[in-house]
């Protein structure tokens, strides 16, 4: 078995401990059983053969603005921007 620490905040720690008192079992047999819980909820993912790579991008047809253009729209901001 292996032995660790944790930190915890205030109130899930003042959870834990009531929780094992009303069952009568101890604070780390409650973590261990929340562990045991939450790794049942969430199994291994299923692992791909290869890395990530995004997917493969959808033709919205051409761009219409002038080449010469394209810095100046890609700067642009407007007042929703900066809300």
Do not use: C
């Given at each position: 078995?292996?032995?660790?620490?944790?930190?915890?905040?205030?109130?899930?720690?003042?959870?834990?401990?009531?929780?094992?008192?009303?069952?009568?079992?101890?604070?780390?047999?409650?973590?261990?059983?929340?562990?045991?819980?939450?790794?049942?909820?969430?199994?291994?993912?299923?692992?791909?053969?290869?890395?990530?790579?995004?997917?493969?991008?959808?033709?919205?047809?051409?761009?219409?603005?002038?080449?010469e253009?394209?810095?100046?729209?890609?700067?642009?901001?407007?007042?929703?921007?900066?809300?």
């Amino acid at each position: 078995m292996m032995r660790t620490q944790i930190q915890l905040p205030d109130e899930l720690y003042r959870e834990a401990k009531r929780v094992a008192a009303e069952r009568e079992i101890s604070f780390a047999e409650v973590v261990r059983r929340g562990i045991e819980y939450i790794t049942r909820v969430y199994p291994p993912r299923e692992q791909s053969g290869g890395s990530w790579s995004p997917p493969e991008p959808k033709h919205l047809g051409d761009f219409l603005a002038p080449v010469e253009d394209w810095r100046l729209l890609a700067d642009e901001r407007t007042n929703d921007d900066f809300r």
